[in-house]
């Protein structure tokens, strides 16, 4: 009977050989006796060394290596494919590889929908709200149009322009790029700027404003709190860099505005902390980023626990908000969603099922089994891929420091 080798590959010495020092082997079979008892006399006798083999971590034999072990397996156990592909490696796994796992996990979704002749959001406990409340960016988040800085009027046209295409709601960055003080210029220019806002569209209209984490200390980003809070916001989002709770909850407990973040945290760890130390009003969790429905379902209960609202972040493709718009369907705490439908001209085009219909400034409760939307591939291929324009390299202030974006 041959002997394997330890739990981490190596082999047992060739017989005759090392008799003097007990083999990594003889040590596994010696702590097995004390904690088993003595094994068959024929499974201690020592047996031609194998070839060699590389390191190997045992567990890795009953774990998937790489996402192509994906293939093949029952599409139906999401929460055990979501584990397998979140738990296979000793790293956790960064923004990058939680991003393939929810477009993954997302299909897995469809497919189940699809298979069982059901909306998504019927899957996730069926629907909760009969509309589906939404805000958008300045023209609809075009990327190709730009206000000319520093012109106040041709600011507020082009936001009543946006909120005249069908909404009630619309979040606007009034904050410039910070650093660890908030000049008096720069504070009265923010407080003037969003004043203007406000008359414009009147108080019917909410106003959300990101603040894209600029301030570097929490007294710059207070003074530009304050001076936006008159104009009652829903909320400001990511007032300082993400990752510090109790930075956040500080700010709270100093200003009289409610607060919001989530866009760049990822897993209901990180949300935990935020409910713990009741930082934010608002939690913004994406569903491109914090493993989709199997992440976001659990944020959200997170975060209902400790009397939070959920917004979710989404500035993306169609895909994208069918999957928002199920998980909204379907969750209680849900306040209003973001969407970015004009981020491109093509993308409705692209869609041959398209559920994301602006009615009553709202999304309407899709019937369609599955995330009920489906991509005309035809379309879609004349829109080949094209990196996101960011403007980040404008993220340099008067000294030459570069500034968060």
């Not at 989002?237 to 407990?253: C, H, K, L, S, T």
């Not at 975060?303 to 928002?324: L, S, T, W, Y």
């Not at 879609?380 to 390299?393: G, L, S, W």
Request: hydrophobic share 45%; aromatic share 8%; charged share 20%.
């Amino acid at each position: 009977m041959t002997d394997s080798g330890d739990i981490f590959g190596d082999s047992p010495p060739p017989e005759g050989e090392g008799e003097a020092k007990p083999s990594a082997a003889d040590l596994e079979a010696a702590g097995q006796a004390a904690m088993f008892g003595e094994p068959a006399a024929e499974a201690r006798k020592p047996a031609p060394a194998p070839a060699a083999q590389p390191y190997r971590v045992l567990a890795r034999k009953y774990r998937p290596q790489t996402f192509s072990e994906l293939i093949g397996q029952d599409p139906m156990r999401i929460e055990h494919l979501v584990n397998m592909m979140t738990r296979f490696s000793f790293w956790p796994l960064g923004s990058i590889g939680l991003t393939a796992v929810s477009g993954i996990e997302h299909a897995l979704w469809d497919i189940k929908g699809k298979a069982l002749g059901v909306p998504v959001w019927q899957l996730l406990g069926g629907q909760v709200r009969d509309k589906v409340r939404v805000y958008t960016h300045l023209r609809r988040g075009s990327t190709a149009f730009a206000v000319p800085k520093g012109d106040i009027n041709a600011y507020c046209d082009a936001v009543q322009e946006t909120v005249e295409m069908g909404y009630d709601a619309i979040k606007l960055g009034f904050v410039p790029y910070s650093g660890y003080d908030a000049p008096l210029k720069a504070v009265q220019y923010t407080e003037k700027l969003a004043a203007a806002v406000r008359e414009r569209v009147g108080d019917g209209v909410d106003i959300m404003t990101d603040f894209h984490g600029r301030p570097d200390s929490l007294d710059a980003a207070i003074a530009y709190i304050k001076a936006i809070a008159p104009i009652k916001p829903l909320f400001c989002e990511e007032v300082i860099q993400p990752g510090d709770a109790a930075a956040m909850a500080d700010i709270a407990r100093r200003v009289d505005c409610p607060l919001a973040t989530g866009e760049r945290l990822f897993t209901p760890r990180e949300y935990a902390e935020i409910a713990q130390t009741r930082a934010v009003a608002y939690i913004q969790p994406d569903l491109a980023h914090c493993m989709g429905f199997t992440g976001g379902r659990k944020i959200a209960a997170i975060a209902e626990a400790a009397h939070m609202g959920v917004c979710p972040h989404n500035p993306m493709g169609p895909v994208a908000g069918a999957v928002a718009l199920n998980f909204d369907v379907a969750t209680t705490n849900f306040v209003i969603q973001e969407e970015a439908v004009g981020i491109v001209p093509w993308f409705e085009e692209i869609c041959s099922v398209y559920p994301l219909k602006l009615s009553d400034h709202s999304w309407m409760v899709p019937d369609a089994p599955g995330l009920g939307i489906e991509i005309d591939e035809v379309a879609a291929a004349r829109h080949p891929f094209a990196q996101e324009i960011i403007p980040a390299t404008e993220s340099v202030l008067a000294d030459g420091r570069i500034a968060n974006w």
